[in-house]
DNA sequence: ACCCAGGTGGCCC
DNA sequence: GGGCCACATGGG
C-alpha cells in the first residue's frame, strides 16, 4: 500500500465509510441526489463559503428554479438576484447561464452528457468561461461519475501536511492521485469528500482557544 | 472594522 | 510560466 492509499485508509479509519459523511455534510445537495444541483453548486461554490452558497442553492429552490433547463430559459439577468448571496454573482449568473446553455443544446440531459468520453468532455468544459481545473472535474467527478481526482484548496493543504509534493501544479497533484489509487471514481468521490471533511475539522480546531 | 471563504479570467512581464 | 487584481456576499 502506498503513501496515498494509507492517508485514504486512515481517514477512513477516522471519520468512518465517508459517503454517508459526505451526504451528511452538504445534506441540501446529495440528499436529493440532484446532480444537477451538484452542477450549480460547482460554480456558486468558487471562493466562497458554503454556507453563502446554501443560501442561494435555497433561494433557487424557493423560486422554482431547480433545474439546468429553467436556468437556460431565464437567462443570467434573472438568475443574478437569486444567487446574490453566493458572492461574484453577476459573473455566476453568466457561468451559470453558459454552463445549462451548453448542456441542454448539446446533450438535452446529463444522461446523454455522461456517454460522452471523458476526456472530450473535459475539454469541452474547460472551454466555457468560467470553469477552470477545479470546476470542472467536480462536474465530472461528482455530477457524472467520472474517475477524476479534484484538486481543491484543502487537498493542497493536505499534500503540504504530508509532504506528498513539493510540486503544487494542479496538473502534477492531480497525477499523483490518480496514479496511485484505483481507478474507480468512488474511491475518488470518497477520498475527496474526507479530505474535505478533515480539512474542516481542522480548520474549526484551529479556531477554537487551546 | 477587518478578514476570510472548496476559483476563474484577464492582464502584465 | 508566474504574479496580481477584480469579481461581491455573509459570517466570525
Known amino acids: 500500500m502506498n503513501k496515498i492509499e494509507k492517508i485514504y485508509k486512515k481517514l477512513k479509519e477516522k471519520y468512518g465509510q465517508p459517503s454517508g459523511q459526505w451526504r451528511l455534510w452538504c445534506k441540501k445537495r446529495k440528499a436529493k441526489k440532484e446532480r444537477e444541483?451538484?452542477?450549480?453548486?460547482?460554480?456558486?461554490?468558487?471562493?466562497?463559503?458554503?454556507?453563502?452558497?446554501?443560501?442561494?442553492?435555497?433561494?433557487?429552490?424557493?423560486?422554482?428554479?431547480?433545474?439546468?433547463q429553467k436556468i437556460y430559459q431565464l437567462g443570467a439577468k434573472r438568475i443574478a438576484p437569486l444567487i446574490k448571496s453566493s458572492g461574484f454573482y453577476k459573473a455566476k449568473a453568466k457561468y451559470l447561464f453558459n454552463l445549462a446553455k451548453f448542456i441542454i443544446e448539446n446533450y438535452r440531459s446529463l444522461e446523454e452528457m455522461k456517454k460522452e468520453k471523458t476526456e472530450i468532455l473535459r475539454e469541452k468544459l474547460l472551454s466555457l468561461k468560467g470553469i477552470g481545473f477545479e470546476t470542472a472535474d467536480s462536474i465530472l467527478l461528482y455530477a457524472l461519475d467520472k474517475p477524476i481526482f479534484v484538486i481543491d484548496e484543502y487537498t493542497k493543504r493536505l499534500v503540504k501536511k504530508e509532504k506528498l509534493s513539493e510540486n503544487f501544479s494542479y496538473h502534477h497533484l492531480q497525477k499523483i492521485f490518480q496514479e496511485n489509487l484505483p481507478k474507480d471514481f468512488r474511491v475518488y468521490q470518497d477520498f475527496h469528500a474526507l479530505i474535505v471533511i478533515d480539512g474542516k475539522n481542522q480548520q474549526k480546531s484551529k479556531t477554537l482557544p487551546v
Open 37 to 68: 444541483e451538484i452542477i450549480i453548486g460547482a460554480i456558486l461554490t468558487q471562493r466562497t463559503n458554503w454556507k453563502n452558497v446554501e443560501l442561494a442553492l435555497e433561494k433557487l429552490k424557493k423560486e422554482k428554479v431547480d433545474s439546468l
